[in-house]
């Protein structure tokens, strides 16, 4: 039997076995390739990508966190809403229905822009249509009210003088119409029961929590009788801190709106600045006024603590047949209410304010009745007006219009320092007076103001103590031209020549 033998491999044979290895070798590894670029691609890169997401996601989460929260709500307010006889005429039809829509149209677009629009109804509300008054007591019907609310308006001011005209059977009936009506407007001033003349009026609006007080220095009648005495918010220094401190613990911020003031005068009264100097005391944040019929300063007044308080005095009317020309010259106070939230603490900051100019234009023979922003006002609307005819001259006009406003807004108001007439009381007359009835005359400090001269955001002309200071806000250059080629005659009469 034969043995095996190895026999060696040739040379072909052998470069063929070396190839057959290295193209294993090779295979082997572009697998190992493979296999780790499909490792990386389905595992490892979704995980770095999801790692860098999340470490992206944690530095916008940081920065979010260092960053302050801002939010705004927008506050427009405007002056007494006044219906004379021949306004409640105009919004009378041959249906038998009436409506007042109509008035507001010119102003309608300014109003709704704003998140929060406030308006004084200076009179109560009637559902008679027989029991309508437009002066010198006023019974307004209940379709103004609609047209308020149509036109854009969600605060209610009614807090004034004429509020108990007709005692407390109109003021029923005008609460029972809100109540009924419009639910979800805050009325302010006038209570339907003591319980809530003693709760607070908060609105939110855009994570802004608001307050709203709202006082008059008095009425023209008794009120609203014996034992309903809370039905109207008079001015009364212990009450009115203690509802200031309990607004300011369920809100951010407190619009206190202020029934005061001498009718027909552009300067504020002492009256009106020592309650002034006495609401920013209890930290009010922005005061609106009313009563005068005629647009007054507006300005800041801050303390040494740094809180500060939007001052405006008197926004004038709003709609009204009043025949001056300084009653139907308006404003629309507007200022912006910015919360700022960082962390953790929140602060608020009154922003933007101004007053922008209004005209409430009239003709009672063409049945045209409506204020204007006097930005949209007009020379041919100016030679229409009624006032022209009442005064028996042209000095009714655009021009001059702005010239005034011009003027009333540089008028230099001194805050004042004293209490003392902060306790007073208003006889049936109106008149100011002490606890043992006597006269008491505040407008001294009217010709003292007025005689000053100057520009009130000086500090050394507008600082009147140590504890506060007043610095004017106005700017005309938003709304009109103010231009020194109109020339506002002192011969024209802006008396008042006819009913508040």
């Given at each position: 039997m034969?043995?095996?033998?190895?026999?060696?491999?040739?040379?072909k044979?052998?470069?063929?076995?070396?190839?057959?290895?290295?193209?294993?070798?090779?295979?082997?590894?572009?697998l190992?390739?493979?296999?780790?670029q499909?490792?990386?691609q389905?595992?490892?890169?979704?995980?770095?990508?999801?790692?860098?997401?999340?470490?992206?996601?944690?530095?916008?989460?940081?920065?979010?966190a260092?960053?302050?929260e801002?939010?705004?709500?927008?506050?427009?307010?405007?002056?007494?809403n006044?219906?004379?006889?021949?306004?409640?005429?105009?919004?009378?039809?041959?249906s038998?229905?009436?409506?007042?829509?109509?008035?507001?149209?010119?102003?309608?677009?300014?109003?709704?822009?704003?998140?929060?629009?406030?308006?004084?109804?200076?009179?109560?509300?009637?559902?008679?249509?027989?029991?309508?008054?437009?002066?010198?007591?006023?019974?307004?019907?209940t379709?103004?009210?609609?047209?308020?609310?149509?036109?854009?308006?969600?605060?209610?001011?009614?807090?004034?003088?004429?509020?108990?005209?007709?005692?407390?059977?109109?003021?029923?009936?005008t609460?029972?119409?809100?109540?009924?009506?419009?639910?979800d407007?805050?009325?302010?001033?006038?209570?339907?029961?003591?319980?809530?003349?003693?709760?607070?009026?908060v609105?939110?609006?855009?994570?802004?929590?608001?307050?709203?007080?709202?006082?008059?220095?008095?009425?023209?009648?008794?009120?609203?009788?014996?034992?309903?005495?809370?039905?109207?918010?008079?001015?009364?220094?212990?009450?009115?801190a203690s509802?200031?401190?309990?607004?300011?613990?369920?809100?951010?911020?407190?619009?206190?709106?202020?029934?005061?003031?001498?009718?027909?005068?552009?300067?504020?009264?002492?009256?009106?600045?020592?309650?002034?100097?006495?609401?920013?005391q209890?930290?009010?944040?922005?005061?609106?006024?009313?009563?005068p019929?005629?647009?007054?300063?507006?300005?800041?007044?801050?303390?040494?603590?740094?809180?500060?308080?939007?001052?405006?005095?008197?926004?004038?009317?709003?709609?009204?047949?009043?025949?001056?020309?300084?009653?139907?010259?308006?404003g629309?106070?507007?200022?912006t209410?910015?919360?700022?939230?960082?962390d953790?603490?929140?602060?608020?900051?009154?922003?933007?304010?101004?007053?922008?100019?209004?005209?409430?234009?009239?003709?009672?023979?063409?049945?045209?009745?409506?204020?204007?922003?006097?930005?949209?006002?007009t020379?041919?609307?100016?030679?229409?007006?009624?006032?022209?005819?009442?005064?028996?001259?042209?000095?009714?006009?655009?021009?001059n219009?702005?010239?005034?406003?011009?003027e009333?807004?540089?008028?230099?108001?001194?805050?004042?320092?004293?209490?003392?007439?902060?306790?007073?009381?208003?006889?049936?007359?109106?008149?100011m007076?002490?606890?043992?009835?006597?006269?008491?005359?505040?407008?001294?400090?009217?010709?003292?103001?007025?005689?000053?001269?100057?520009?009130?955001?000086?500090?050394?002309?507008?600082?009147?103590?140590?504890?506060?200071?007043?610095?004017?806000?106005?700017?005309?250059?938003?709304?009109?031209?103010?231009?020194?080629?109109?020339?506002?005659?002192?011969?024209?009469?802006?008396?008042?020549?006819?009913?508040?």
């Open positions: 034969k043995k095996n033998k190895n026999i060696p491999l040739n040379l044979e052998q470069i063929n076995s070396r190839i057959g290895l290295i193209c294993s070798i090779v295979v082997m590894l572009l190992v390739l493979v296999f780790h499909l490792d990386y389905l595992i490892q890169k979704p995980a770095d990508q999801a790692a860098k997401e999340a470490a992206k996601q944690k530095e916008k989460a940081e920065a979010a260092k960053a302050p801002i939010s705004t709500a927008t506050v427009v307010a405007v002056g007494d006044l219906f004379h006889d021949s306004l409640i005429e105009s919004g009378k039809s041959d038998g229905t009436w409506n007042y829509d109509k008035i507001y149209e010119n102003v309608k677009d300014e109003i709704q822009a704003a998140d929060i629009a406030m308006v004084d109804q200076e009179t109560v509300f009637t559902t008679d249509h027989d029991a309508v008054s437009g002066y010198p007591s006023f019974a307004t019907p379709e103004v009210g609609d047209a308020l609310i149509n036109a854009g308006f969600d605060v209610i001011e009614s807090a004034t003088n004429h509020i108990d005209d007709y005692g407390y059977d109109c003021m029923a009936q609460l029972n119409y809100w109540k009924t009506s419009h639910p407007v805050p009325v302010l001033g006038i209570h339907e029961t003591e319980e809530d003349a003693n709760s607070v009026k609105l939110e609006v855009n994570g802004i929590k608001i307050s709203f007080l709202d006082y008059t220095y008095g009425t023209n009648n008794s009120g609203a009788g014996e034992g309903k005495e809370y039905m109207i918010d008079i001015f009364e220094k212990d009450k009115v509802m200031i401190q309990k607004a300011k613990e369920n809100s951010d911020v407190l619009i206190f709106v202020a029934h005061w003031g001498k009718e027909m005068e552009p300067m504020p009264t002492e009256y009106e600045k020592e309650w002034a100097t006495f609401l920013m209890q930290g009010v944040d922005v005061v609106i006024g009313g009563h019929h005629t647009l007054q300063p507006y300005g800041t007044m801050s303390d040494k603590e740094g809180h500060s308080m939007l001052l405006f005095y008197s926004l004038g009317n709003f709609v009204s047949t009043q025949e001056s020309f300084d009653a139907l010259l308006e629309m106070g507007c200022f209410i910015q919360k700022t939230v960082k953790g603490q929140t602060s608020i900051e009154i922003i933007d304010p101004q007053i922008k100019p209004m005209v409430m234009h009239y003709n009672k023979d063409a049945g045209v009745f409506s204020p204007y922003m006097l930005s949209d006002y020379e041919e609307l100016a030679s229409q007006h009624e006032l022209r005819t009442v005064l028996g001259d042209d000095s009714f006009t655009l021009a219009l702005q010239n005034r406003f011009k009333l807004m540089s008028l230099t108001v001194k805050p004042s320092s004293n209490t003392d007439l902060l306790d007073v009381t208003f006889n049936s007359d109106g008149d007076v002490d606890s043992d009835g006597n006269y008491i005359d505040d407008t001294w400090s009217i010709s003292a103001s007025s005689s000053q001269t100057g520009d009130t955001a000086s500090s050394d002309e507008s600082d009147n103590s140590d504890e506060s200071d007043y610095s004017d806000e106005s700017d005309y250059s938003d709304e009109s031209d103010y231009s020194d080629e109109s020339d506002y005659s002192d011969e024209s009469d802006y008396s008042d020549y006819s009913e508040e």
